[in-house]
């Protein structure tokens, strides 16, 4: 009897340290769970607090900058010409022609497409150009590189060649604020 009894309270013992064993082990999952889920938000947190902290500094800087900036925006203001300033154009492309001893002229194709924002508007062209071979890439070194009052960009041009004399067609890219 003695014997069944210290059997039963070693079975009950024995089944109390081993529930308590897995209620402990349950209660450790839980928290540690728990205690990474903290940890990660946490994380997450600083992270946004020091991407914003990062934005906040760079505005700072440029608005520090502002000044500067506002001497270059004369520059570009200058570089490009408004809507309004595209009408001289085709008289611009005769004129440096002229300078150059060359016969050209332009026209605008297509439509033209506004500025936005802090993108610049285009507007697309077609040119023509007759004179001899020095002249025409005197003409187009003035016009692409050497330009002011107008930003443009050559897309492309093909050139026939009769005698000492060189006819040019081509397309480009005008570009406005």
């Known amino acids: ?67 500067q900036a506002a001497q270059y925006q004369s520059a570009i203001d200058q570089l490009l010409p408004d809507q309004y300033g595209l009408v001289t154009f085709t008289q611009w ?7 150059y001893d060359v016969t050209a002229n332009a026209a605008f194709q297509g439509s033209v497409i506004p500025s936005a924002g802090t993108v610049p508007g285009i507007a697309q062209f077609s040119f023509s150009a007759e004179g001899s071979p020095e002249n025409i890439a005197a003409f187009l070194d003035g016009m692409n590189t050497k330009s002011t009052g107008f930003l443009v960009t050559l897309t492309s041009f093909s050139v026939t060649g009769s005698g000492s004399n060189e006819n040019m067609t081509g397309q480009g890219t005008l570009f406005f604020r």
Do not use: C, H, Y
């Open 1 to 67: 009897m003695e014997k069944e009894r210290f059997a039963r309270q070693l079975w009950i013992s024995f089944g109390i340290i081993v529930g308590s064993i897995a209620i402990a082990a349950g209660m450790l999952a839980f928290f540690s769970g728990n205690i990474f889920a903290q940890a990660d938000a946490i994380v997450s947190d600083r992270a946004t607090v020091r991407s914003k902290t990062d934005a906040l500094a760079n505005l700072a800087q440029l608005e520090s900058e502002a000044p």
């Open 93 to 99: 492309i005769a004129q440096l022609g002229a300078k």
